[in-house]
């Protein structure tokens, strides 16, 4: 079982939709999450981070987060064709964060 | 504020050919991570320094792969003897001590292609 897991997708969403993007973690002792933006040949970049149970929002993007569940999500409102990439979730525990190997998200005008 | 930096680009060598990336952290960040990233995954971490010092590299290869941050700013990778399966990108990010700490900041990275 690897340590961060998401779908590998890829996800399709019409332009304007909202896209919902998960990530499960198996050490429970994390404590931090993060969600990075990878566009194809570039490097990560980080866009939200959230360190309590609920929702996080920031402009368009929403992260929500449940500890008992060890479940993150990244949710993308309005969504636009500039937001086609791929999306890695981080999680971090015992100092060190564990990448998980991303959702490929396109979103089609 | 300038991001990291990181060069080169793009290096092409043989199996068995040595290799080094260099990296320079955003000013005033005292934590350094070295990552690769094979396509298609996300980044594994190889190195982690805060300042000077190692904080982890559980999973450096360490009979081929060699890291260094002198004096707690610039860092440099080196791979020595390159194999086939050292083909990725090689990202270097780096973080604050304090609040943030914890979001990292990628450089541009280094596409390594081993033949």
């Known amino acids: 079982q690897k340590e961060v897991e998401q779908n590998s997708g890829p996800l399709s969403v019409p332009e304007g939709a909202i896209a919902s993007l998960n990530c499960t973690y198996s050490?429970?002792?994390?404590?931090?999450f993060f969600w990075y933006r990878q566009y194809s040949g570039k490097s990560p970049e980080l866009i939200m981070s959230?360190?309590?149970?609920g929702d996080k929002e920031d402009g368009r993007f929403t992260a929500q987060l449940n500890k008992a569940s060890q479940y993150v999500s990244l949710l993308i409102r309005d969504s636009q064709p500039s937001d086609s990439a791929t999306y890695l979730c981080?999680?971090?525990?015992?100092?060190?964060?564990?990448f998980g190997d991303g959702t490929t998200l396109t979103v089609k005008p | 504020e300038a991001g990291v930096a990181q060069s080169p680009r793009y290096k092409i060598i043989e199996k068995r050919q040595s290799v080094a990336f260099w990296c320079n952290p955003i000013?005033?960040?005292?934590?350094l991570y070295w990552y690769q990233q094979i396509l298609g995954q996300g980044p594994k971490l190889l190195i982690q320094?805060?300042?000077?010092?190692?904080?982890?590299d559980s999973q450096l290869p360490k009979d081929r792969f060699s890291a260094e941050r002198l004096k707690g700013v610039d860092s440099t990778l080196k791979i020595q003897p390159a194999k086939l399966e050292d083909s990725a990108v090689y990202l270097c990010?780096?973080?604050?001590?304090?609040?943030?700490?914890?979001?990292?900041?990628f450089g541009p990275g280094t596409r390594l292609t081993v033949t």
């Open positions: 990010a780096s973080s604050l001590v304090g609040i943030a700490q914890y979001e990292q900041y």
């Open positions: 050490d429970r002792g994390s404590q931090s």
């Open positions: 959230i360190y309590s149970n």
């Open positions: 981080a999680a971090r525990a015992a100092g060190k964060s564990t």
């Open positions: 000013s005033g960040h005292a934590t």
């Open positions: 320094f805060q300042n000077n010092g190692v904080v982890d």
